[in-house]
């Protein structure tokens, strides 16, 4: 009989054809919030107690068939949503629910959470990153009236509610945008209006410069378009088909054109290998620069259109 794979091979899904916006999903609302990890154990007054291990939560089966379940790595309690599937290794996917482990059916507890144990560094920082991004989640929204700024091609973009003409015009100069509505516009008749014109903005920018590394890299897209994808910059399908988030135009044109050329390079190589990134570097050179900047911009900083 064939002996199965090892489950201490835990591996990551990170293979995929398409740029992810942050690392892991982004979920924040479930029970499973880096918040809810315990704090170290308090610790006996009495220097002569014996150490006491906690009691830990019974395993609960959650709505979508996972349980729920709880493991000590050192003092520290932590929560973890257990799939199981006929997948070879164990998978971890540390979001704003927390840890999921998917690991395959016939690999046991006790394997499953040495396994977790080998990667506490790992998990902790990822858990302390998103509580991080949970907490600036909470700075102030931008207010949606007359003079309200938001970021546009890497640069400050100024809103004008009145207009005498009624049309909509941007001032590339002074950069304002001058929305010519009324100035009794209420909010979402303004976020409308601003959201409209940035996916105009991102059509108009976006194309030529697929055109532009398409050449380059000597490849041809078969169609081209929007995304207003939650946890995705851009995606590329082996028939040539590209797609890029429009929220982009937010950012400079170095990071546009990283994803787009990110998103061409997968007409060579339909993979994340180390000839992928060669391929990246032959168009875009600097992409490890862009590569960092989107990394560590959580979307959630962008404004909320």
């Known amino acids: 009989m064939p002996q199965a794979p090892s489950p201490r091979t835990a591996a990551l899904d990170t293979r995929q054809l398409d740029l992810p916006l942050f690392d892991e999903p982004a979920l924040l609302s479930s029970p499973l919030s880096p918040a809810s990890l315990p704090s170290p154990l308090a610790r006996s ?6 150490p006491v291990s906690p009691r830990l939560p019974p395993p609960t089966t959650l709505p979508d068939g996972s349980r729920l379940r709880h493991v000590l790595l050192g003092q520290r ?27 395959p059916r016939w690999v046991t507890l006790t394997d499953i959470e040495h396994a977790i144990a080998d990667k506490q560094t790992w998990i902790v920082n990822k ?24 970021p546009y091609m890497g640069k400050t973009l100024r ?6 003409t009624g049309s909509l ?18 909010v979402q008749q303004i976020k409308d209006r601003v959201q409209g014109w940035l996916q105009s903005e991102a059509k108009r920018v976006f194309a030529p410069r697929l055109d532009l590394y398409a050449q ?26 590209i797609r890029l988030n429009w929220r982009l135009i937010h950012f400079p044109l170095s990071i546009i054109d990283y994803v787009v050329a990110h998103e061409l390079a997968h007409l060579r190589e339909m993979n994340h290998s180390s000839r992928f990134w ?6 875009f050179p600097e992409f490890r620069e862009a590569r960092h ?11 909320a259109l």
């Open 77 to 103: 309690v932590l929560p973890y949503r257990l799939k199981r599937s006929s997948r070879r290794t164990i998978g971890f996917v540390v979001d704003g629910t927390g840890l999921t482990v998917t690991s």
């Open 216 to 241: 380059r890299l000597g490849v041809t897209y078969t169609k081209f378009g929007l995304s207003s994808a939650s946890t995705r910059w851009g995606s590329c399908t082996s028939d040539g088909k």
């Open 293 to 303: 900047t989107l990394k560590h911009h959580p979307p959630e900083l962008l404004p």
């Open 169 to 186: 015009h941007f001032d590339e100069d002074a950069h304002l945008l001058s929305l010519g509505l009324p100035a009794s516009a209420d």
């Open 159 to 164: 809103i004008a509610v009145g207009s005498a």
């Open 127 to 150: 858990l302390t990153e998103w509580q991080g991004r949970a907490e600036r989640r909470a700075l102030p929204d931008i207010q949606w009236n007359d003079g309200a700024e938001l």
């Open 45 to 50: 007054t009495d220097p002569n107690a014996a």
């Open 278 to 283: 060669e391929t990246v570097a032959s168009i």
